[in-house]
């Protein structure tokens, strides 16, 4: 399986500030994944990320609001911006490695 | 909008049992089909992929795909206190090259001692 590291592993933010959370892929990997896991709920794709292009948000999900940066072909930040209390979820990364998705340890954000 | 759909649970049986998990989804054009364990605070494990019509069997586990109903299982056999999770169905979203997901709202497994 994929070794994929996320950071921060938690945090509290106030409210209107910004987070950016890191994804590093043990090896190179095309696409990269970033979802969202509410309090309670299961995990919603917020967008794809490709190497070279601008990443590909579901519908309900803005690049203005979580702008996504995939440098290159191992790493990759989402940003989640102006942060309200709704925003509080555990943020996840994923990747694929021969068809099969794996994730990183996941970002838990607590916005106050 | 493609949907995956599960009983919520909570699934509960006695160790040594067979747990039988159930998945339906809507888009009749998916192609892959995953299962992932959770346990409480940590992000998703993959257990099992299947793409094709049948049964898959890894060790304890067997993943179930009938496509023509829409309707994919995973069967965990001698289920064990550390099955005690919730079991997680995804869909390949399928408009886009690779494993971008669709989640179900995943099923709660109890297993008792």
């Given at each position: 399986?994929?070794?994929?590291?996320?950071?921060?592993?938690?945090?509290?933010?106030?409210?209107g500030?910004?987070?950016?959370?890191?994804?590093?892929?043990?090896?190179?990997?095309?696409?990269?994944?970033?979802?969202?896991?509410?309090?309670?709920?299961?995990?919603?794709?917020?967008?794809?990320a490709?190497?070279?292009?601008?990443?590909?948000?579901?519908?309900?999900?803005?690049?203005?609001?979580?702008?996504?940066?995939?440098?290159?072909?191992?790493?990759?930040?989402?940003?989640?911006?102006?942060?309200?209390?709704?925003?509080?979820?555990?943020?996840?990364?994923?990747?694929?490695?021969?068809?099969?998705?794996?994730?990183?340890q996941?970002?838990?954000?607590?916005?106050? | 909008?493609?949907?995956?759909?599960?009983?919520?649970?909570?699934?509960?049986?006695?160790?040594?049992?067979?747990?039988?998990?159930?998945c339906?989804?809507?888009d009749?054009g998916?192609?892959?089909?995953?299962?992932?364990?959770?346990?409480?605070?940590?992000?998703?494990?993959l257990?099992?992929f299947?793409?094709?019509?049948?049964?898959?069997?890894?060790?304890?586990?067997?993943?179930?795909?009938?496509?023509?109903s829409?309707?994919?299982?995973?069967?965990?056999?001698d289920?064990?206190?550390?099955?005690?999770?919730t079991y997680l169905?995804?869909?390949?979203?399928?408009?886009?090259?690779?494993?971008?997901?669709?989640f179900?709202?995943?099923?709660?497994?109890?297993?008792?001692?």
């Amino acid at each position: 399986s994929a070794v994929i590291s996320q950071k921060p592993s938690r945090d509290i933010c106030q409210r209107g500030t910004s987070l950016t959370i890191q994804c590093q892929v043990d090896s190179q990997v095309t696409m990269m994944f970033w979802y969202r896991q509410q309090p309670g709920q299961s995990l919603t794709l917020i967008a794809t990320a490709n190497q070279g292009s601008e990443a590909t948000y579901e519908s309900g999900f803005v690049i203005d609001k979580f702008p996504i940066s995939r440098p290159n072909l191992t790493f990759s930040t989402l940003t989640v911006s102006n942060m309200s209390p709704e925003d509080s979820s555990i943020y996840l990364c994923s990747a694929d490695r021969n068809t099969e998705a794996f994730f990183g340890q996941g970002t838990r954000l607590t916005v106050v | 909008q493609k949907e995956v759909e599960q009983n919520s649970g909570p699934l509960s049986v006695p160790e040594g049992a067979i747990a039988s998990l159930n998945c339906t989804y809507s888009d009749r054009g998916s192609q892959s089909f995953f299962w992932y364990r959770q346990y409480s605070g940590k992000s998703p494990e993959l257990i099992m992929f299947i793409y094709s019509n049948g049964d898959k069997e890894d060790g304890r586990f067997t993943a179930q795909l009938n496509k023509a109903s829409q309707y994919v299982s995973l069967l965990i056999r001698d289920s064990q206190p550390s099955d005690s999770a919730t079991y997680l169905c995804a869909v390949n979203k399928g408009d886009q090259a690779g494993t971008a997901l669709i989640f179900g709202k995943g099923t709660t497994l109890s297993v008792s001692s």
